[in-house]
């Protein structure tokens, strides 16, 4: 039986595809936000996610007086500091990155 050196099984011979990291990039002017809200909405396969940034009103005067200043308010800004849309794919891969990173700080 003939040995055949020169041709490798097809199998062999394919080239593996080249490997590219990603090289996050971060603007030197890019600003990090505290955000102490979010809202979550879904518009078909994709995720809506909005940041806000709620503070309180200030209130100041006696006890009474404060009452009525917060009797009076209709509503709290909530100034929205971004809004982010992604895939379901990638919404899974979010939700686990974060459950990962809460457990880990457990």
């Not at 200030?58 to 917060?70: L, N």
């Not at 895939?87 to 990962?100: I, T, W």
Request: a negative charge; hydrophobic letters at 35%; proline letters at 4%.
């Amino acid at each position: 039986m003939e040995e055949n050196k020169g041709n490798k099984d097809s199998s062999e011979s394919a080239e593996k595809p080249n490997e590219v990291s990603l090289e996050f990039v971060f603007p030197d002017d890019q600003r990090a936000l505290f955000s102490n809200y979010a809202t979550v909405q879904r518009e078909g396969q994709d995720f809506h996610l909005s940041f806000f940034d709620i503070r309180p009103p200030i209130v100041m005067g006696t006890e009474e007086e404060r009452k009525s200043q917060v009797n009076k308010l209709k509503s709290v800004k909530a100034n929205c500091l971004g809004r982010i849309v992604i895939s379901g794919e990638r919404a899974e891969g979010l939700v686990f990155a974060l459950q990962n990173q809460l457990n880990k700080s457990k």
